[in-house]
């Protein structure tokens, strides 16, 4: 029995791992620790199949090919794509977050001092206000993963801030009319629209750039995924700046007089306009013409705004008017007309679809407004700043709503506006600066064509008719067909004129010709392949309208 006891508590023994450090701990911590480690195996939980689902976006890959090489590589595909779902159905077990909302009756009168005395500290922190009544007004703009903010007051005050921990990066007077200021694809640069051109800063408020082919310009909107910067001017011109090499990629004249209304779909990335005749106009670089019109209202258009799906767009104009369109259809959706002497003026989309309308120098912040047939009697939230609005931008991935004003820059906390979950490899709010700069060349890598940009975001049809033609060309270089040739062989005895030997004998008369005429036409080819040489080579051989001003010998 006690030899028994022995060989149990060496087994227990043989569990404990020790550690002796090297060197003893000078203010007299522990000699040694030890590890216990349990023979219990940690089992996955099984992922539902309705998640699984929702992730399998194509069939499976079933079915068997011709050789058990290409079977078993298709089984391992098919391991691999499997596995990909898994995780993919698994990962949403870490989105813990979940996006806010303020329920209960008349909750349009929760004003920011009742938030801000239920909220937690880091929820107060975000609701604050700037006074800079000396510049104003200011246009404000929040990068895309929404830590840092850039206002611009028309009298020439220009700051950038993480507004977060209110940790000031510069702050300059450009000591000119500031139209519009605009971050680029990192935090490290933006562009202001100043009186007679556009320039470039650093972070360290140090001028990069002057651009000076962008001249009065009123809008600038920023195409993060094709480094494209876009402006519109008051002279009617629509620019494409590609900020990765410096190079414009398409001017555009309008036609439409002044340009103040712009408005950017996220997904599509094409740029809409909105003009004094009540239309707004789709354009892409690749277009001279635009690529759609919408007549929105019977008088000017004030604010285009484009939901971040893509599918929405509401629109204000001076006749007291909101409507909202469905892009898929470019119908109009729902009418809501206003009945008070102010009229609808700026309009900005949350990333989970709430509405900020500003009405002189009230913000009203609906819900549910694109998918509601009848105007809602009431908004969702509302505040009240003390002189004219100037700009409302939502921030991304919080429940933050920033505005520019005449007074400086207000900003207020709007439940339910952000996206709970973000998407680090998108955008990462809490990045460092080494993960920074892996993320600016990963886009640079990553950067799209400004061809790609089209109306239509299908991208998965199949052009037939051109295929067709490329095809009927190939088959014309392919199967060469040279010119007939009546051939009747001559009768030959002992078996010369059998039936097998009359169709070898016209087949190799008929190849004979085809590698004829092949020759023929290669040879013509190198032949005008060396004299256009020679001749690109020769001074004076090509006549030009200029000739009779030479002298002559």
């Not at 002796?20 to 030890?34: A, H, I, L, M, N």
């Not at 002189?387 to 900003?411: A, N, T």
């Not at 049809?461 to 392919?478: I, P, S, Y």
Request: aromatic share 8%; hydrophobic share 30%; glycine share 6%.
């Amino acid at each position: 029995m006690e030899s028994f006891d022995r060989t149990e508590n060496q087994a227990e023994k043989t569990k404990i791992r020790y550690f002796v450090p090297r060197e003893p701990d000078p203010y007299g911590g522990g000699k040694f620790s030890f590890v216990r480690r349990s023979k219990e195996v940690i089992q996955e939980k099984p992922v539902p199949k309705e998640k699984l689902k929702k992730w399998r976006k194509n069939e499976s890959l079933k079915g068997k090919t011709r050789t058990k090489f290409h079977t078993q590589k298709l089984k391992d595909k098919k391991k691999v794509l499997d596995n990909v779902i898994e995780k993919s159905a698994r990962s949403e077990f870490l989105r813990t977050e979940e996006a806010g909302e303020i329920v209960g009756e008349n909750v349009y009168r929760v004003t920011q001092n009742d938030i801000k005395e239920k909220a937690d500290e880091a929820t107060q922190q975000k609701i604050f206000d700037l006074r800079l009544n000396q510049f104003g007004p200011y246009r404000i703009d929040y990068t895309r993963n929404g830590r840092h903010l850039v206002i611009g007051g028309a009298k020439g005050h220009v700051a950038a801030f993480d507004w977060q921990t209110k940790k000031l990066h510069c702050e300059i007077n450009v000591m000119e009319t500031v139209a519009d200021v605009k971050w680029l694809h990192q935090e490290t640069l933006f562009a202001v629209a100043q009186k007679k051109w556009v320039y470039v800063y650093d972070n360290q408020g140090i001028e990069v750039h002057c651009l000076k082919h962008l001249d009065s310009v009123l809008r600038l909107e920023f195409l993060p995924y094709h480094f494209l910067l876009c402006s519109s001017s008051s002279k009617g011109y629509l620019s494409y700046l590609d900020v990765s090499i410096g190079k414009e990629v398409s001017g555009i004249c309008t036609k439409q007089g002044r340009l103040d209304v712009m408005g950017l779909n996220p997904q599509s990335a094409v740029v809409y306009l909105g003009h004094p005749n009540g239309t707004v106009s789709l354009w892409t670089p690749s277009s001279k013409e635009p690529a759609a019109k919408i007549l929105c209202h019977a008088s000017a258009v004030r604010d285009v705004a484009i939901d971040s799906s893509g599918v929405y767009m509401a629109t204000s104009g001076m006749d007291r008017c909101i409507k909202i369109f469905d892009l898929r259809m470019y119908k109009e959706l729902s009418k809501y007309q206003y009945h008070h002497k102010q009229c609808p003026g700026l309009l900005d989309f949350s990333q989970k679809g709430l509405l900020a309308v500003t009405r002189d120098n009230v913000v009203e912040v609906f819900k549910d407004f694109t998918s509601q047939a009848y105007r809602p009697e009431k908004p969702y939230l509302y505040h009240r700043c003390e002189r004219l609005i100037s700009d409302v931008k939502f921030c991304p991935y919080e429940d933050v709503l920033g505005i520019g004003y005449q007074l400086g820059f207000s900003s207020i906390v709007i439940p339910g506006a952000g996206e709970a979950n973000f998407d680090a490899y998108e955008a990462n709010p809490y990045q460092s600066k080494a993960q920074r700069k892996q993320g600016e060349v990963r886009l640079l890598l990553d950067k799209v064509k400004p061809e790609m940009i089209t109306v239509d975001t299908n991208i998965t049809n199949v052009d037939l008719e051109t295929a067709k033609e490329l095809q009927a060309e190939r088959e014309k270089k392919k199967y060469l067909k040279p010119s007939k040739i009546d051939f009747t062989p001559k009768h030959k005895m002992k078996g010369g004129s059998s039936g097998v030997k009359l169709i070898q004998r016209i087949k190799g008369v008929h190849e004979q010709n085809l590698r004829q005429a092949v020759r023929t036409i290669v040879r013509t080819k190198q032949i005008e392949g060396k004299l256009d040489s020679q001749n690109k080579s020769r001074k004076g051989l090509q006549k030009s309208a200029l000739d009779r001003f030479k002298k002559k010998n």
